[in-house]
């Protein structure tokens, strides 16, 4: 592709009609102030509104846009964007309004130490259903991946090149890019963002993404650990039931030899049934994730791209 640039920001979108044009616009004066070089990619993440033709109505040569066939998700998205992106800095942010785009100078400053700034929206302007969970589901995700930020799912992120190239996206983990990128000896900071109400246009995310966020959680987790030797971590629980076995049995043998009747201890053997069951489901469902991984994010179909059009293509 031509040539290099400072910056490109990445935004994934997805039913964002009424907000594109005001963000390009907010986008507009922040980037003239800042005097580099720099692109701003759209992906429409297959929208069903006016977003497409909202995008395509803005008269910019830096404005660059991707439009998926269907709705793939923001990990596709963001996936897709970094792929696409041709800055030496990469800015991520969202669609909605949220963001505001007089942030990215200080992002700037920060990348100066880093390899990657995280924002931490310290003032969320969400419902409460959704600030709640997200703590809970923040220091779980401290604590897991050992990575000391406040908030990972913020959207608004900047990346020196070379991490955005260095990170596979797959299924929702573009919650946890600062814990891929932390596992890649890249240097993770943080800075505090100011955040805004959502106005137009409705969230995309409700509670199911704490659970679906859960399971990814384990599934990175465990790439990360055992991703070259997933048998370690299978045969791991293995010896760890052969052993809680051995401990039963030896508990059994124990109530035998002081003669008492063991031969009657249904929930004795439920127990043990649903601890093997549980532990086989588990090991399964990890097999298929490692497996599915290696596929990883960008089985998408794009229907519009404004880089080839640029190109001739
Ligand atoms: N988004 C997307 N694909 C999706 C869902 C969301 O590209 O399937 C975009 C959305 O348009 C927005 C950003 O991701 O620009 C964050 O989404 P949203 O505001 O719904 O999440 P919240 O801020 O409520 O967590
Ligand atoms: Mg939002």
């Not at 995280?118 to 897991?144: C, E, H, V």
């Not at 293995?238 to 003669?259: K, M, Q, T």
């Not at 063991?262 to 069951?277: A, F, N, Y």
């Amino acid at each position: 592709m031509s040539d290099k640039l400072d910056l490109s920001i990445v935004i994934p979108v997805f039913n964002e009609g009424e907000n594109v044009g005001e963000l390009y616009n907010q986008l507009n004066v922040v980037l003239s102030r800042l005097g580099k070089t720099s692109e701003i990619i759209f992906v429409d993440d297959g929208s069903i509104d006016d977003t497409l033709k909202k995008l395509k109505a803005i008269k910019d040569n830096r404005v660059k846009i991707v439009g998926f066939q269907r709705n793939y998700g923001k990990a596709a998205a963001l996936s897709c964007g970094f792929k696409k992106s041709q800055g030496d800095f990469v800015i991520t942010m969202d669609g909605d309004l949220q963001d505001d785009p007089k942030e990215i100078p200080r992002f700037f400053e920060k990348l100066e130490e880093y390899d990657m700034v995280s924002g931490w929206k310290s003032k969320r302007q969400d419902p409460i259903s959704k600030t709640i969970p997200s703590k809970f589901f923040n220091a779980l995700t401290r604590y897991i991946t050992g990575v000391k930020i406040h908030d990972f799912n913020c959207g608004f992120k900047g990346y020196r090149n070379y991490v955005v190239n260095n990170v596979r996206l797959y299924g929702e983990f573009h919650r946890y890019i600062p814990a891929l990128a932390h596992w890649r000896g890249y240097t993770v900071g943080e800075i505090e963002v100011e955040h805004h109400p959502r106005i137009h246009g409705k969230s995309k995310y409700g509670v199911e993404r704490l659970f679906k966020g859960f399971l990814d959680l384990i599934t990175v987790t465990f790439l990360n650990l055992y991703k070259k030797r997933p048998l370690h971590i299978f045969g791991g629980m293995g010896l760890l039931l052969i052993f809680s076995a051995v401990i039963i049995n030896l508990h059994l043998v124990s109530l035998w030899l002081r003669g008492i009747r063991i031969g009657d201890r249904p929930l004795l053997m439920l127990s043990i049934l649903i601890t093997v069951l549980g532990a086989q489901f588990i090991s399964l469902g990890l097999i298929g994730e490692l497996i599915t991984n290696s596929r990883n994010n960008d089985d998408y179909i794009i229907k519009y791209d404004s880089y080839e059009l640029e190109n001739g293509m």
